[in-house]
């Protein structure tokens, strides 16, 4: 970095809190063409429609309902 710059007065970004973080998931074939596609017809970017889809689960507490069959 330059010499000549002079950060002394700069402050933190107060939106930080807001910013997206970086994970990594493994999704199957099938789901990221089916985003995908409705993207495609959106004009939405697939990856930005899969976050406002599972911010709305979130928000409205959305479950999904698994049962486990037993081996025996």
Request: hydrophobic letters at 35%.
């Amino acid at each position: 970095m330059r010499k000549e710059y002079d950060f002394s007065k700069g402050r933190r970004n107060p939106y930080a809190s807001r910013l997206k973080r970086q994970v990594t998931i493994r999704l199957d074939d099938r789901t990221i063409k089916y985003f995908q596609a409705i993207s495609k017809e959106c004009g939405i970017p697939y990856q930005t429609l899969i976050n406002l889809y599972l911010r709305d689960c979130a928000a409205s507490g959305k479950r999904l309902a698994l049962t486990w069959k037993s081996v025996a």
